[in-house]
């Protein structure tokens, strides 16, 4: 046993304090925790406050999940203000608590056996930064063949023949939320903001899934550049549209199959869906089952993922959609999907 001094002995206490301080500090200093949502059974996502550093957000000294719960890995976001934690399985509706530096009474989380998650953009948004859109013009006067609209801060449907296209990429996203079975997914319905429409009048918009790979432009309205989508080809020059601007010709191709994806076709022929547009300055959802098996046909096939087409299919003047691109994150397109945290198959409940 060893005997200190008076001298070293308060010496040996300050020092502590000085610890607990400078760990106190850097407590303080980490953003507070806003939410906890629970994916799956192994993954669960925090969203802060305030940006974290990756040395701070990935330590996985800072967090501490009871009862009976490891953390595996931690992993800061491409927003900086949302790390995703990957566990030892999480049970089904049982009650944890996870604890942070900073947070000295925890929070609860518990993991529903169905679950909703969104994509696209938004403080309320769990995925963002993994999707696509842009706008086919099509000049009433005179067709515009090499144009491209992916910058532009709108999205246009029109009497003219203007289309737009709208994909979420949905492959890591599905891994983190524990997707690997087709039929946990429940439901899925895209919603997008109108922000200019000329008319009282309804005007119905279709949805068609598109069969073809295709990549965003980059410009506003301005020519196209190498592998940019134009009204001519999915990729400028390299893959041109069966027919201009994307269209669908055999009814024979509906986009059920995977032999339905081998490029003989720009769209299904079949319509998914429809939504009559009325009044501006709101969100209007497009939800029907065929959407819904287009996700779960994703789920199985990632890599023929390439979103829904939408185009006036009755009105008489053009409807002016938010795209990606809006200045105002909270009306950029939206992809909701509510799905089962297990394959059914490993659960007794078989409830909606």
Same mark, same amino acid.
């Given at each position: 046993?060893k005997?200190?001094?008076?001298v070293?002995?308060?010496?040996l206490?300050?020092?502590?304090?000085l610890?607990?301080?400078i760990?106190s500090?850097d407590a303080a200093?980490?953003?507070a925790?806003?939410?906890?949502?629970?994916?799956?059974?192994t993954?669960?996502q925090?969203?802060?406050? /305030?940006?974290l550093?990756?040395?701070?957000a990935e330590?996985?000294?800072n967090y501490?999940?009871?009862?009976?719960v490891?953390i595996e890995?931690?992993?800061?976001?491409?927003?900086p203000?949302?790390v995703?934690l990957?566990t030892t399985?999480?049970?089904?509706?049982?009650t944890?608590r996870l604890?942070?530096?900073?947070?000295?009474?925890?929070?609860v989380?518990?993991?529903?056996?169905?679950?909703e998650i +969104?994509?696209g953009?938004g403080?309320?948004? $769990?995925?963002?930064?993994s999707s696509?859109? $842009?706008?086919?013009?099509?000049?009433?006067d005179?067709k515009?063949?090499n144009?491209?609209?992916?910058?532009?801060?709108?999205l246009?449907?029109?009497?003219?023949?203007?289309v737009?296209f709208?994909?979420?990429d949905?492959?890591?996203?599905?891994?983190d939320?524990g997707?690997r079975?087709?039929?946990?997914?429940l439901d899925?319905?895209?919603?997008?903001?109108v922000?200019?429409?000329?008319?009282?009048?309804?005007?119905t918009v279709?949805?068609r899934?598109?069969?073809?790979?295709w @990549?965003e432009?980059?410009g506003t309205s +301005?020519?196209a550049e190498?592998n940019e989508?134009?009204?001519n080809?999915?990729?400028?020059?390299e893959l041109?549209w069966?027919?201009?601007?994307?269209?669908?010709?055999?009814?024979g191709i509906?986009?059920?199959?995977e032999?339905?994806y081998?490029?003989?076709?720009?769209?299904?022929?079949?319509?998914?869906g $429809?939504?009559?547009?009325? /009044?501006v300055?709101?969100r209007y959802?497009? @939800?029907?089952?065929?959407? +819904?098996d287009?996700v779960?046909?994703?789920?199985?096939?990632?890599?023929y993922?390439?979103?829904?087409l939408?185009?006036?299919q009755? /009105?008489?003047?053009?409807?002016?959609?938010?795209?990606?691109?809006?200045?105002?994150?909270?009306l950029?397109?939206?992809?909701t999907?509510?799905?089962?945290?297990?394959?059914?198959?490993? $659960?007794?409940?078989?409830?909606?």
């Amino acid at each position: 046993m060893k005997i200190y001094s008076g001298v070293v002995f308060r010496s040996l206490i300050s020092l502590s304090l000085l610890f607990c301080y400078i760990s106190s500090a850097d407590a303080a200093d980490i953003p507070a925790l806003v939410a906890a949502t629970p994916l799956s059974q192994t993954a669960i996502q925090l969203q802060f406050d /305030g940006e974290l550093q990756a040395e701070t957000a990935e330590d996985l000294n800072n967090y501490q999940i009871a009862p009976d719960v490891q953390i595996e890995y931690a992993l800061l976001d491409q927003r900086p203000n949302r790390v995703l934690l990957i566990t030892t399985p999480l049970e089904i509706e049982k009650t944890y608590r996870l604890t942070l530096p900073n947070l000295q009474t925890g929070i609860v989380i518990t993991l529903p056996l169905i679950n909703e998650i +969104t994509f696209g953009a938004g403080d309320a948004v $769990t995925f963002s930064g993994s999707s696509q859109d $842009t706008t086919l013009l099509v000049n009433k006067d005179r067709k515009t063949r090499n144009n491209n609209a992916g910058a532009e801060p709108t999205l246009l449907c029109d009497p003219a023949g203007s289309v737009f296209f709208v994909a979420f990429d949905l492959f890591d996203a599905f891994e983190d939320m524990g997707i690997r079975e087709p039929a946990q997914v429940l439901d899925a319905t895209i919603s997008l903001h109108v922000q200019q429409c000329e008319t009282d009048t309804a005007q119905t918009v279709l949805y068609r899934r598109v069969l073809l790979p295709w @990549k965003e432009g980059r410009g506003t309205s +301005t020519r196209a550049e190498d592998n940019e989508l134009t009204y001519n080809s999915a990729l400028h020059r390299e893959l041109p549209w069966n027919r201009p601007p994307a269209q669908a010709m055999l009814s024979g191709i509906d986009g059920d199959n995977e032999s339905d994806y081998n490029g003989s076709e720009d769209v299904a022929h079949r319509i998914d869906g $429809t939504n009559e547009i009325q /009044g501006v300055s709101k969100r209007y959802e497009f @939800k029907s089952e065929r959407l +819904t098996d287009a996700v779960r046909f994703w789920v199985a096939n990632p890599d023929y993922n390439y979103g829904y087409l939408f185009a006036l299919q009755d /009105g008489s003047v053009p409807i002016v959609f938010s795209s990606k691109e809006a200045t105002d994150e909270n009306l950029r397109p939206l992809l909701t999907i509510r799905y089962r945290t297990v394959d059914q198959k490993e $659960t007794p409940e078989n409830s909606k």
